[in-house]
């Protein structure tokens, strides 16, 4: 197969890609936070497709970061518009491939995506929407090329994803995320691609409102802290907290909001919490 991206993944730059992509979440966001009660549990020796919505261009960072921690022993892939592919050649290298427009790219996108999935420890990470869309718009419209799969792998589990980027205390956002339960596609396997498709709707929808109800709740006490980022103001208005806190005798936290995960302002930084939140992302 010409461009195959089985054979063009490099596992070491998937690796690398994916520190550089956490040293830039880190720098983003204020934290990045998975919804309780946290990671699908996924069976070893059977494919994996996991179809999200697409908020933003920073979803590929947060999947190629999963993909190399959490789920580092599952080669990860996905696809992405064939233009930005042949501008960034290098992206061949840790699982992209191109997606054409058209009855063609459609075509090679199906052929690409059952020939990943041929690995039965092959992870397929898909934006279905096919565009930015935000998390908001009802009701959630999946391209048609994710029921097609869906209705040509029936050995894969299929898993839902919701993900949102929402301000709550600090100056950066917060970079949210909601897995589904995971199910079987050959439950859908016989079912006409419409309905394929409404199906796969409809789930997705749900974990999206769920997520929605979460960050509503501006609580990190819903989420799993998997990447503590950027914290404070900065500049003269924290200068000013700082020399105002060291005057009163008083500890000087960055944080802008008044309630940090397990109640205590700061705390979060501390070794422990740091080495619990590592076996959060990375597992056991």
Known sequence: MTDDPVALRSRLLCWFFGGVMARRLRRGFHAVRLARPGWPALPPGRPVIVYLNHPSWWDPALLIVMGTTRFRGRPGYGPIDAEMLRRYRFMRRIGLFGLEPGRAGAVSFLRNAEHILGDPRAMLWITAEGAFTDPRRRPVTLRPGI????????????????????????????????????????????????????ELEGRLEAVMDQLALDAQGRDPARFLTLIEGTVGVGGIYDLWRRLRALAGGQSFSPAHGSREEGGRQGSSRQGPARQEMRQEIEGP
Do not use: C, K, N, S
């Open 147 to 198: 029921a097609h799969l869906v209705r040509r792998m029936p050995t894969a589990l299929v898993v839902p994803l919701a993900v949102e980027y929402p301000f709550w205390d600090e100056r950066t956002p917060e970079a949210l995320m909601r897995f589904g339960q995971p199910f079987e596609a050959a439950a859908l396997a016989g079912l006409p691609v419409q309905d394929i498709a409404a």
